[in-house]
């Protein structure tokens, strides 16, 4: 089971600012924190981080025609802007699971909105870099499911 983990803008970032919001992990942390637990249930994942909403709507595109069975997305900020990522998910129809390293819904208003949500198989809020374990396994989950 092949699996995509999607980070989006700034979160190239995580560890060296923002410790209070985002914690100490570094991108490469949690990245390699959620390839073993894919490997941890017998899943494969994985990571790719970009700044560029286009890059990020190829790669979900690319992923269709990889045989990605699903994909943990963090799109920051563009979580509350992009139709054209939302669009992208829904012309693979590929499951995945929205994940937020804050609790969007404690901070500022526009960050309520999630153009995302509404089609995500699962959505983790809140619960700081763990989030992506916890993603994981949710989607390998349901995955296995069918
Ligand atoms: O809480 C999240 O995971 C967010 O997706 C993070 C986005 C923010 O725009 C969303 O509203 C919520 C921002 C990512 C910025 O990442 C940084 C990481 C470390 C230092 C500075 C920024």
Do not use: C
Request: proline content about 3%; cysteine-free; charged content about 15%.
């Amino acid at each position: 089971m092949k699996l995509l983990l999607i980070n989006g803008p700034n979160l190239n970032l995580l560890g060296l600012r923002e410790p209070a919001t985002y914690g100490h992990a570094t991108l490469a942390e949690v990245e390699r924190a959620a390839a073993a637990e894919a490997a941890r249930m017998g899943a494969e994942l994985a990571p790719w981080q970009s700044n560029h909403e286009g890059a990020i709507v190829e790669r979900i595109h690319a992923a269709h025609t990889e045989g990605v069975a699903g994909i943990v997305i963090n799109a920051g900020a563009y979580t509350h802007t992009s139709i054209a990522i939302r669009d992208a998910l829904a012309a693979t129809a590929l499951p995945f699971v929205e994940v937020h390293i804050s609790n969007v819904h404690a901070r500022e208003p526009f960050r309520h909105r999630s153009y995302l949500s509404a089609m995500a198989a699962g959505i983790v809020v809140g619960f700081g870099v763990d989030g992506y374990r916890l993603a994981v396994q949710g989607l390998v989950r349901r995955l296995s499911a069918g």
